[in-house]
């Protein structure tokens, strides 16, 4: 993957916490998930997707996802992490990550989660909506 931070369309930046280091005085690597978690639900919320699935009931789940570790973070640091969507399907799309720190200035950390559009009141994948769609061009810029 390997995309420079100024490459993703949407990042959000938070301070790293010093709870999140483990017994090796580095960032635990499970925090990196959630990094990309919170980064992944400000991107919905940024195109609507919450906002839509709440008069819906058609929403996103995560049905797979993965991190590759480039280098370790540890407190005190500021990161980045990137969004991307980089692949849509009709009930499904892959989002890609990267997490630049600040103190290191460099990319930490790459990942990606495929992520799949369900219509809760039956349970099952659904179509994305066009309106969804339509906001994840607008912000991606194609």
């Given at each position: 993957?390997?995309?420079?931070?100024?490459?993703?369309?949407f990042s959000l930046q938070q301070e790293l916490s010093w709870g999140?280091?483990?017994?090796?005085?580095?960032i635990n690597n499970v925090n990196y998930f959630r990094?990309?978690?919170?980064?992944?639900?400000?991107?919905f919320e940024s195109i609507g997707v919450i906002e839509e699935m709440e008069k819906?009931?058609?929403?996103?789940?995560?049905?797979?996802?993965e991190?590759?570790?480039?280098?370790?973070?540890?407190?005190?640091?500021t990161i980045s992490v990137g969004v991307i969507v980089s692949q849509i399907r009709e009930?499904?799309?892959?989002?890609?990550?990267?997490i630049y720190s600040q103190k290191l200035e460099k990319i930490a950390a790459e990942g990606s989660a495929e992520i799949i559009f369900v219509d809760f009141a039956i349970g099952r994948s659904t179509l994305?909506?066009?309106t969804i769609l339509a906001a994840i061009k607008h912000l991606q810029g194609n």
């Open positions: 993957m390997t995309i420079q931070i100024t490459e993703f369309p999140d280091m483990d017994a090796l005085n580095h990094y990309f978690e919170n980064a992944r639900l400000k991107y819906t009931k058609v929403g996103p789940i995560l049905g797979a996802t991190c590759k570790y480039l280098l370790p973070l540890t407190y005190p640091d009930k499904r799309l892959t989002m890609q990550y990267a994305i909506s066009e």
